[in-house]
């Protein structure tokens, strides 16, 4: 699964000191246990025939459930089954049904066999049911907002811009709200399905479809079978009206099930899935296990993604459209993340929630793999860096284990640490082994554990013995402890020796054992030093210098998860970004200089990062100039200009724009105008902002041709101020994001927060559903993010009920509204879910 995580540029926001308050976890040992599920029995195959009432948003279902002791004898058969009416239970002996007793209360079905079976002897219940999600008690998470399992979007119609569709969502336990099951992740099970839907419809499920055939009353029924055993929470049902674009790697089929609007893009937003497919293949030396590949888009999909096998689902923000594709599809990361769980999660999963991280860790690392791969190690290396950031700023992570037994909330794991810091220490791992060992492991925990389940010390046993490394200091320290070191140092120079010793400290607890690499700079001269630091507070190194060194570079490559406490200068850092090839440590010096921009050390580093190959930390650089100040624009506003027009990277032309923008020079309209007839959405945007500074009067005119739904963050919070005052309708549902998070941006940024609030209260003042449903969707994903900040929460209900009192007035204004009813119950939704 990826979950959809609240933007960087609202995170601290709510990690903010004045909003933090201090939090104290159990080292991961004390209390409760969460123990693997006992496996009592062993299911074998789930047939499944099932039709829906769209109109009571329910499921009329039928099973065959075929198991056996796992390996006690037992008489009787308990399963998952939440919400449902239980209508029949019987024994099926070849198609004769004999009824069998049983009990069915707090979602757990109990059923007394006809005898006491022994392991392996199978038996086949049958179980006629209706599956009613509404009645679900169990609530959403941080991670998945809604436990539901089963749902029915817009299933009679009435809104009008929104199609109707059905899909389900399994993780963490929920599939047992659609098919009694036993819903734990170290169960596995082969799976048919037949799916009686609305002939127009189209449908998708786990595996191949074996057949289609017509029904009475326009109903077609479709046979999905799954030959090879997954776990319950990964089975999957889609159905709605979709256009399939259809692909292939090899063999296997390769399908993206997308909104019609979206199918001329679709190749476009999924179509690398075919080389992905053959970049993890080839990687793991594992061909793609599976008999076909499909992907398909929901509305209101309740996270980010979910690698159903075979059938991902992702949330309707993968559908992007041209002028956003061509910027960057921001959704690629989320594709590559979901197949390769079809490796590490569906063929081997976690035995248990406590560790996910065989789970997740491994989906999140693959990001880094594939930007390796198709687009270089400096694009892998800042989506790392970006992740790392998200980690680090919710400081409640540092108290967590990565495997963690002693959850509240199984649904608590999908976080910070099993996603971000999991995939970090994974990279850490496999520079540490190297790329021979570390992949033959990865290998090796495949082959051993496929089609079953997998947990960490299956992990480290499997890597060593590829390696023939003891791995049990890095798991203790990294798998089963906590947090991750701190360190500042010192350093003092022998002349007569030539030598200099550079002392490490650790300030955090526990302490930790590492290598690292340092790179001492003498003058312009560079060595770069490999050091292994103990488990002390203090570790001392000395190197030869022929000189007292300028200063340390620590961890110049980036691959220690680590915070840095040092003092390096502008010029220092000039040094450090002249003589370095690694991302981090370039970038690093950008963002020094961008934040003191003055310096003529800073200026140096912010003029050469202009040329950098890395488009990113040329963003970085063109963000931190100041055009407006003679020296900057005398030594870097031709080379922005230049960039403005032709850089490759249409994302680093947009930055370029909003740079020459801050001259407020009308020299450069003829680049501005012209950006607007551009296809990309950030040349567009930027190229808006940049003429709002010049000719505000051309605006309103302006901005209605631009389709800013989708564009980025940063660019919305640019063009928020223009946007709001002068009440560019089209644009509100874009900025709703931003509103949303306004009485937090007023500290961080008070200029924004103010745009933020204006926007805010214009939202609630108005009927704009979407506007409203963008607002609402964002602050139930963000309920997570607030979980332990009570101030936090008091803030943003308080916020809602401003907010509900304005969307009152409007429906008196207007009581004729179709819509504004919907606006005050998602607000008064997401009232509830803060309380």
């Known amino acids: 699964m990826k979950k959809l995580l609240i933007p960087v540029l609202f995170l601290g926001a709510f990690f903010n000191p004045d909003f933090t308050f201090a939090q104290t976890e159990t080292s991961g040992r004390e209390g409760v246990y969460r123990a693997t599920h006992t496996k009592m029995t062993e299911l074998k195959h789930t047939k499944l025939k099932v039709n829906f009432d769209y109109q009571k948003e329910q499921m009329n279902g039928e099973e065959w459930l075929t198991a056996s002791p796992y390996f006690y004898s037992t008489d009787s058969l308990v399963l998952n089954a939440k919400a449902m009416l239980i209508n029949e239970v019987a024994l099926d002996k070849n198609g004769a049904k004999t009824p069998l007793k049983y009990d069915y209360k707090n979602d757990i079905l109990k059923i007394n066999l006809d005898k006491t079976y022994n392991r392996n002897e199978n038996y086949t219940v049958y179980i006629k049911y209706v599956a009613r999600p509404n009645e679900v008690k169990a609530q959403g998470s941080a991670a998945i907002t809604d436990a539901k399992g089963l749902y029915f979007i817009n299933p009679q119609g009435k809104e009008a811009d929104k199609p109707t569709q059905i899909w389900t969502q399994g993780e963490t336990e929920s599939s047992s709200v659609w098919f009694p099951t036993i819903d734990k992740p170290n169960q596995k099970t082969t799976q048919e399905i037949y799916m009686t839907v609305p002939d127009k419809y189209v449908t998708l499920s786990n595996g191949i479809l074996k057949e289609q055939k017509k029904e009475a009353n326009g109903l077609r029924t479709d046979h999905w079978v799954m030959d090879k055993k997954h776990a319950p929470y990964l089975f999957f049902m ?171 909330s199984r649904e608590d794991a999908f976080d910070g640490v099993s996603y971000n810091k999991g995939g970090a220490i994974l990279h850490m791992l496999r520079n540490y082994l190297g790329d021979e060992a570390f992949f033959g492991g990865l290998n090796d925990y495949l082959k051993t554990n496929e089609y079953g389940t997998g947990e960490a010390q299956q992990l480290r046993l499997s890597l060593e013995k590829i390696s023939g490394k003891d791995l049990n200091w890095f798991f203790n320290q990294w798998y089963y402890g906590s947090g991750n070191p701190k360190l500042s140092y010192t350093s003092s120079y022998e002349p007569v020796k030539k030598q200099v010793t550079l002392t490490l400290n650790q300030t955090q607890t526990p302490l930790f054992q590492f290598p690292l690499t340092v790179d001492v700079y003498e003058g312009g001269k560079v060595s770069r030093q490999k050091v292994w630091a103990n488990a002390k507070a203090s570790n001392s190194f000395t190197f030869p210098a022929n000189s007292n060194p300028t200063f340390f570079n620590i961890n110049a490559d980036g691959v220690l998860l680590a915070d840095i406490n040092d003092s390096t200068t502008a010029a220092q850092y000039l040094l450090q970004y002249q003589n370095s090839k690694d991302f981090l440590s370039r970038y690093k010096a950008v963002e020094f200089a961008s934040k003191n921009n003055t310096d003529d050390n800073s200026l140096k580093i912010l003029s050469a990062a202009l040329k950098d190959p890395s488009f990113r930390i040329r963003i970085k650089a063109l963000e931190g100039i100041d055009l407006s100040k003679p020296n900057a624009q005398k030594m870097m506003a031709a080379e922005v200009e230049k960039m403005a027009q032709n850089d490759p990277k249409t994302l680093v032309q947009g930055a370029a724009i909003a740079a020459l923008a801050k001259t407020k020079d009308r020299k450069y309209l003829p680049i501005f105008e012209k950006g607007l007839n551009a296809v990309s959405t950030s040349v567009k945007g930027n190229s808006l902002g940049a003429i709002s500074q010049i000719d505000p009067s051309r605006v309103p005119a302006l901005a209605d041709k631009i389709d800013l739904d989708g564009a980025s963050d940063e660019l919305i919070a640019q063009l928020l101020p223009t946007i709001v005052k002068n009440k560019i309708e089209k644009q509100m549902p874009a900025v709703a994001t931003t509103a949303a998070f306004y009485p937090f941006l007023k500290f961080q940024d008070p200029q924004l927060g103010t745009a933020a609030e204006e926007a805010y209260n214009w939202i609630m003042s108005s009927d704009n559903l979407k506007a409203t449903e963008n607002l609402t969707k964002i602050l139930n994903q963000a309920k997570g993010q607030v979980a332990q900040n009570p101030q936090a929460k008091m803030m943003i209900v308080q916020m809602l009920r401003e907010g509900l009192a304005k969307k009152t007035q409007v429906l008196k204004a207007n009581p004729q509204s179709k819509t504004i009813n919907q606006q005050i119950d998602l607000i008064n939704k997401t009232i509830e879910a803060y309380k």
């Open 238 to 408: 889609g159905v709605g009206d979709y256009a399939i674009v259809k692909d292939k790697w090899k063999n296997i089929p390769v399908d993206y099930y997308v909104e019609k609007e979206y199918e001329p893009d679709a190749k476009q937003i999924f179509g690398n899935t075919p080389e992905m497919i053959e970049f993890f293949s080839k990687k793991l030396n594992y061909d793609y296990p599976w008999a076909k590949y499909a992907q398909i888009v929901g509305r209101d999909y309740v996270s980010g993604a979910m690698e159903n096998t075979t059938a991902t689902l992702h949330g309707e923000s993968a559908q992007q459209k041209p002028g956003d594709l061509i910027d960057e599809n921001r959704w690629e990361d989320v594709i590559a993340h979901e197949l390769f769980h079809h490796w590490f999660g569906d063929l081997v999963t976690a035995e248990s929630w406590s560790n996910l991280t065989v789970n997740e860790s491994f989906a999140d690392y693959s990001e880094y793999l594939w930007n390796e791969h198709k687009y270089g190690k400096d694009e892998a290396d800042y989506k790392l860096m970006k992740s790392l950031l998200t980690y680090k700023m919710d400081p409640s992570n540092f108290n967590k284990h990565l495997v963690r037994f002693d959850y509240d």
